[in-house]
């Protein structure tokens, strides 16, 4: 997918427990994006990135925050998991030269 | 009021149908229109996108912003069972601004 990755592909993990998601990009782009989407809520921003430690809020960031220390690399860090926060998360970046997104696969994220 | 709505469907046809999938927006300040195909458990892929009003064009899909209305359309032509996904309308202010997507129009092409 256009050299990114996302890590974890699944994960289950407990109510209360710590959880870090990675997306790693291959291909130097300023901009990542972390989305999670949900039945009957579709796609809605969590954070942003437009550089190295320069990150911003989405419209649902209560309860996640990210950490870009490296330009391939956008770490999402849930700080206590709750149940609320099971969903399908995707990273993307914004190729050069064209608009719209370059979507990760996904990880697909259970808190039980 | 979500910036970007479109109607989730599902939307069944009948292969070789045209398709028509549309969304409203809200927000004027969009210049930026996408057009995302989502097939289950996978990421969403960008079909294609347009700047401002006007149509475009590409093999068997066509998209068209009527900036006037803040309507969104995509065309379907020829409409195959791989055509099967979640489709999903966006908009952005700028080429490199965060996107706001619409919660997706499922798509069924009955063979």
């Known amino acids: 997918d256009a050299g990114i990755t996302q890590s974890p592909r699944h994960k289950v993990t407990e109510t209360g427990t710590p959880v870090t998601l990675r997306c790693h990009q291959t291909e130097n782009h300023r901009y990542m994006y972390w989305y999670r989407q949900d039945p009957g809520h579709g796609l809605r921003l969590i954070h942003y990135?437009?550089?190295?430690?320069?990150?911003d809020k989405g419209e649902v960031s209560d309860g996640y925050s990210v950490s870009r220390s490296k330009t391939e690399d956008f770490l999402l860090t849930l700080e206590s998991a709750t149940s609320s926060q099971t969903s399908v998360y995707f990273c993307?970046?914004?190729?050069?030269?064209?608009?719209?997104?370059?979507f990760g696969s996904g990880t697909r994220l259970t808190v039980v | 009021q979500k910036e970007v709505e479109q109607d989730p469907g599902p939307l069944s046809v009948p292969e070789g149908a045209i398709v028509s999938l549309n969304c409203t927006y809200s927000?004027?300040?969009?210049?930026?229109f996408m057009w995302y195909r989502q097939y289950s458990r996978k990421g969403p892929e960008l079909l294609m996108y347009?700047?401002?009003?006007g149509n475009k064009e590409d093999g068997r899909f066509t998209a068209q912003v009527d900036k006037s209305s803040k309507y969104i359309s995509l065309f379907i032509r020829d409409s195959q069972p791989s055509d099967s996904a979640t489709y999903l309308c966006?908009?952005?202010?700028?080429?490199?601004?965060?996107?706001?997507f619409g919660k997706g129009t499922r798509l069924h092409i009955l063979p």
């Open positions: 966006a908009g952005s202010m700028n080429r490199d601004d965060k996107i706001i």
């Open positions: 990135s437009y550089g190295v430690k320069d990150t």
């Open positions: 347009t700047y401002s009003s």
């Open positions: 993307a970046i914004t190729p050069g030269g064209t608009a719209g997104y370059t």
């Open positions: 927000n004027s300040a969009f210049q930026y």
